[in-house]
């Protein structure tokens, strides 16, 4: 079993930055996919950044790209979300998910390939 737990989520303002975190326990993640997802209140959960085992791939939605960054810490176990020039529409719960052993992280934006989840962590941007 995999345990991961989200951490650093908040309430900012447009234009604020975040840091989320995801810790892994229980069985590593070091040598699996690990993506971020969001849920905004009444719309399905959505795709957001994946990065590959070694953390030198990533692949990002487009609503995202080029404000978050993914990145990982194997050691650590814990895989990041920096998000930067945050707008009201990022407002959601973001969750982390274990993905596949290896594979390029550009194949797995959906929530089916993904098997273990964490509990999420709000993330409000006001306006």
């Known amino acids: 079993q995999v345990q991961l737990v989200e951490s650093g989520g908040g309430l900012v303002q447009a234009g604020a930055s975040l840091r989320l975190s995801c810790a892994a326990s229980?069985?590593?993640?070091?040598?699996?996919?690990v993506g971020w997802f969001r849920q905004a209140p009444g719309k399905d959960r959505e795709f957001v950044a994946a990065?590959?085992?070694?953390?030198?791939?990533?692949y990002y939605a487009d609503s995202v790209k080029g404000r978050f960054t993914i990145s990982r810490d194997n050691a650590k176990n814990t895989v990041y979300l920096q998000m930067n020039s945050l707008k009201p529409e990022d407002t959601a719960v973001y969750y982390c998910?274990?993905?596949?052993?290896?594979?390029?992280?550009?194949?797995?934006?959906?929530?089916?390939?993904?098997?273990?989840w964490g509990q999420g962590t709000q993330v409000t941007v006001s306006s």
């Open positions: 998910a274990r993905g596949p052993w290896g594979g390029d992280p550009t194949n797995y934006s959906g929530t089916q390939t993904y098997r273990y």
């Open positions: 229980g069985r590593t993640f070091a040598n699996y996919v």
């Open positions: 990065v590959s085992w070694s953390g030198t791939s990533t």
